[in-house]
């Protein structure tokens, strides 16, 4: 249940507005020593991506992407962690941000926790309240419209920390960058092969207000 009355309709609208993200290049980025010393940063904890085919609205199936994770919060104050996590691929040059698709949510949970003691939560619900110190929570990132053919994409997981940069009126905040390679075996859909090839943080610009 989303606080302060919003709909989840519009908890969803406001949570991928703050999760924008910015294609800015590499060379753009703030070298090392321009990076400012984030106060702090949540343990962030994942399961290999997976795709998985779900029903769609026409009645047909559709091919949905996620991530399962799992945050904690070992500082010792309660942190808000409003997730902002989207996939670039090698097959687009845009980056796909996690939808907030609740009846897509309960197919994955039927698969991934179906006794519901895991208690996974989507980009709505993992923000609707702060973690207090030492609990963790499980969420789900969802992508759609991903290329089939992907075979190299990076997932970037902003949101774990209040580590930023701002220089000449732009910000640039710490994010988690996930870079993985992909096999398809035609003759096992569903069964995609995902290797994890990096992972590391860095810093991405943060959407600018438009004037």
């Excluded at 400012?36 to 992407?65: C, E, H, Y």
């Excluded at 702060?130 to 949101?159: E, M, S």
Aim: hydrophobic fraction near 35%; include cysteine.
């Amino acid at each position: 249940m989303v606080r302060h009355g919003l709909s989840r309709a519009m908890a969803c609208v406001l949570v991928v507005f703050v999760g924008a993200f910015a294609l800015a290049t590499e060379n753009d980025a703030p070298k090392p020593d321009q990076k400012k010393r984030d106060t702090w940063t949540l343990d962030f904890k994942w399961q290999s991506p997976k795709t998985i085919k779900v029903r769609a609205a026409d009645g047909g199936q559709t091919t949905i992407w996620y991530l399962r994770y799992a945050v904690t919060n070992n500082t010792p104050e309660a942190r808000h962690f409003v997730p902002a996590l989207g996939l670039s691929s090698d097959k687009s040059n845009t980056l796909s941000l996690d939808k907030c698709l609740p009846a897509v949510a309960e197919q994955i949970r039927a698969v991934e926790d179906p006794t519901g003691n895991v208690d996974l939560r989507d980009t709505v619900t993992i923000s609707s309240s702060r973690i207090p110190p030492g609990k963790t929570v499980h969420g789900l990132a969802v992508w759609d419209a991903i290329d089939p053919a992907t075979a190299r994409f990076t997932i970037y997981a902003r949101g774990l920390s209040n580590g930023h940069v701002v220089e000449k009126g732009r910000t640039w905040r710490k994010t988690l960058e996930l870079k993985f390679e992909r096999s398809v075996d035609p003759k096992r859909p569903g069964k995609d092969e995902i290797r994890l090839i990096a992972e590391e943080w860095v810093y991405r610009e943060a959407p600018r207000k438009k004037e």
